[in-house]
């Protein structure tokens, strides 16, 4: 069965610090999709970023950049030089094709990222 | 582009009561999905609408239900609220149906308490 892991659950920062957010899946497809979503305090998520699973070069947008290892199972995300704005809590997820055919998101448990000034 | 709308943003039911939530999802988007996010369980999912047919069911009990209307918009209904409903509930859209990897787009949620 399909899974997300984000085993940090919070993680603190000092401003301009730079930060890693872990995220390991599980899934027996070979076609899948992986995402991380930011959800601010107003509760929205925003999405971030999608991969498939036939796409494993690393991807940087600014101040952010993804590690996807598919020997490890494993899609990092790394904030360089963090600032306070990017005090939120990050999901990683998941999609893959369920038995019907069609696809099914899992999302990881989310991980609180506090940057401090 | 207009984002994914959802209405109320805030609701207090009591036990016993049934709500019904909308969702409007980004023009163009045919796939609406509905996650209930809890501080203890995090993101569930709920269900997939695409072309006004479910195409996901989570693994909620039946209270939970849930349409989607020809221009795609979509609603969800809880009939003999439970305390432990109290969550917030979010609307995904997409492009396309559920045979594709498509990124989802969020609306903001309702924020539903039981009391």
Redesign the interface.
């Known amino acids: 069965a399909q899974k997300v892991t984000q085993a940090q659950t919070e993680i603190s920062v000092v401003e301009k610090e730079d930060v890693t957010l872990d995220c390991v899946y599980e899934t027996r497809d070979t076609t899948?999709?992986l995402?991380w979503?930011k959800q601010p305090p107003?509760?929205?998520?925003?999405?971030l970023i999608?991969r498939?699973s036939f796409d494993e070069q690393n991807e940087i947008s600014g101040r952010y950049s993804w590690n996807f290892q598919k020997s490890t199972s494993s899609f990092n995300f790394t904030i360089t030089a963090s600032q306070v704005v990017d005090s939120a809590v990050y999901?990683c997820a998941l999609?893959e094709?369920?038995h019907?055919?069609?696809?099914?998101?899992?999302?990881?448990?989310?991980t609180r990222l506090k940057v401090l000034a | 582009k207009a984002g994914v709308t959802q209405t109320p943003r805030y609701l207090i039911k009591t036990r016993g009561q049934q709500v019904t939530l909308s969702c409007s999802p980004i023009s163009g988007h045919r796939s609406v999905?509905w996650?209930q996010q809890t501080p203890g369980q995090?993101?569930q999912?709920l269900f997939?609408y695409f072309s006004e047919t479910q195409?996901?069911k989570g693994n909620f009990p039946g209270r939970f239900s849930g349409r989607q209307f020809s221009n795609s918009r979509s609603e969800m209904n809880v009939s003999t609220l439970e305390l432990g409903d109290s969550a917030?509930y979010?609307c995904?859209s997409k492009l396309s149906?559920?045979?594709?990897?498509?990124?989802?787009?969020?609306?903001?949620?309702t924020?539903l308490t039981v009391l």
């Open positions: 899948y999709y995402f979503y107003s509760g929205e998520l925003v999405f999608r498939n999901f999609s094709a369920s019907t055919g069609t696809y099914k998101y899992i999302f990881g448990t989310g | 999905s996650y995090g993101l999912f997939e195409r996901n917030l979010l995904a149906g559920g045979t594709s990897g498509n990124e989802q787009f969020f609306g903001p949620g924020r």
